[in-house]
């Protein structure tokens, strides 16, 4: 397989180990995403008779695939794309009916990207003649071997009693652990939780496969640590195991100079014109003509937020968004705010739009010929309600260090979307 864009060696020198005995030299559409930020990128070129070079649509617009993915195979297809939604392996074989008609099997195959988070790398291939041989596909190796690949701490537990089965270096470095495991029990690492912590933990694995979550752990020096922790169900030999990997708390940042202390102070005028906004377009019109010069963003847009009811309410402002109703209604899920909850994040960037998974990116940017954008939440009483977007027609257009100027209107936007929508009888 030929890859034309530089990737982590090691990861793909596993991914194609892994896979190596059951697809030897079948063409393959090798891909990447970035979870979090929903993107994708295409690390080879592929095409599959009948699609005419429109492979890649089948992973990024879901319209699409609901055209060409038999009805019959659509579940299963839809089901992989939700695994790899959430960072576990997937794999679906199903059938497409290409646009010369022809009915052709294709097979997905993914899994999560060793040493980065929230990566994910698979493929997509054409395998019409080898359906039988496809649906036996089954990865192998030492466990062992596979935990190294990680920079961060892995373990491998036995469900049943708890026991410690594997540990990659930098776990074995973090927690203290031997290197020949002994009895060395999961329970010890775990710090001060209660049993009805782990125990809700448990359940959520036997109905889900896999937890999400903070977790106390029990360093190598005796003090104790909050890490951000992924833990998966996992069966192998017949036997019921746990997957733990652990991303530490990030050393603090020191610098010598405080960005915020360059910024310059928000004219008043600006602040006047915000606070006497009488609804959400009007605010969105002042953000928009109240830009930092070196940015200026070709649209803005409000996403107001209601998880309990799947449905999220935009109102956009700026040529790009002149067709776009106010309060127009789309799906939470695959939204901006699904990621920033899901993902606990501060913000969104994305640089190309083009390269996105996000349904609601097909739905309402790309179509618009917005390019870039940047998200920023804004959280009420401890729940996400809404989501300010600035949009740009060029790709690129924003980064973590240039967008810290617009922060300094979010406190009084927050207060403004607190009167106009939050207040009885407003």
């Not at 998200?375 to 300010?388: D, E, I, K, Q, W």
Request: glycine content about 6%; aromatic content about 8%; some cysteine.
């Amino acid at each position: 397989m030929e890859i034309n864009r530089e990737t982590d060696g090691l990861a793909m020198q596993f991914l194609q180990q892994s896979m190596a005995a059951q697809m030897g030299e079948i063409p393959a559409l090798l891909w990447r995403i970035d979870i979090a930020r929903n993107e994708i990128t295409f690390l080879n070129e592929h095409a599959i008779a009948g699609l005419e070079g429109r492979i890649h649509m089948l992973l990024q617009n879901i319209g699409y695939a609901r055209e060409i993915v038999l009805k019959e195979d659509q579940g299963r297809f839809f089901k992989a794309l939700e695994n790899i939604r959430n960072h576990q392996p997937s794999m679906a074989l199903f059938r497409i009916r290409t646009e010369d008609g022809m009915i052709r099997w294709l097979v997905s195959m993914g899994m999560p990207e060793p040493k980065v988070n929230f990566g994910y790398m698979g493929l997509v291939a054409d395998c019409t003649d080898l359906v039988d041989m496809a649906r036996n596909i089954e990865c192998d190796g030492g466990l062992a071997a596979k935990l190294e690949l990680f920079d961060t701490p892995v373990l491998l537990a036995r469900f049943s009693d708890k026991r410690i089965l594997a540990a990659n270096l930098a776990a074995r470095e973090y927690l203290g652990i031997p290197q020949d495991m002994g009895e060395t029990d999961l329970l010890d690492l775990l710090g001060t939780n209660s049993e009805n912590y782990l125990q809700n933990i448990y359940e959520q694995l036997i109905f889900s496969d896999y937890w999400n979550g903070l977790l106390p752990v029990t360093l190598s020096a005796g003090q104790e640590e909050i890490c951000k922790t992924r833990i998966r169900a996992y069966a192998r030999g017949g036997k019921n195991l746990l997957w733990i990997s652990m991303q530490p708390p990030a050393e603090p940042e020191h610098s010598s100079s405080s960005p915020k202390s360059s910024q310059k102070a928000v004219p008043p005028e600006v602040l006047d014109a915000l606070h006497g906004s009488k609804n959400g377009r009007e605010l969105l019109e002042v953000l928009l003509k109240h830009q930092p010069e070196e940015l200026l963003a070709d649209a803005v847009m409000l996403s107001r937020i209601f998880p309990e009811k799947d449905r999220i309410m935009v109102t956009g402002v700026g040529a790009p968004f002149l067709s776009v109703e106010e309060d127009d209604t789309h799906p939470y899920e695959g939204s901006i705010a699904e990621n920033i909850v899901r993902f606990n994040l501060d913000q969104i960037i994305v640089e190309e739009t083009s390269k996105s998974i996000k349904p609601i990116d097909w739905a309402l940017f790309i179509p618009r010929g917005i390019r870039s954008y940047y998200a920023s939440p804004f959280f009420h009483n401890g729940t996400l309600r809404y989501v300010l977007i600035y949009c740009s027609k060029q790709p690129g257009r924003f980064t973590r260090d240039n967008v810290q100027p617009y922060s300094m209107l979010f406190d009084t936007c927050l207060q403004v979307l607190l009167r106009l929508f939050e207040t009885p009888g407003a």
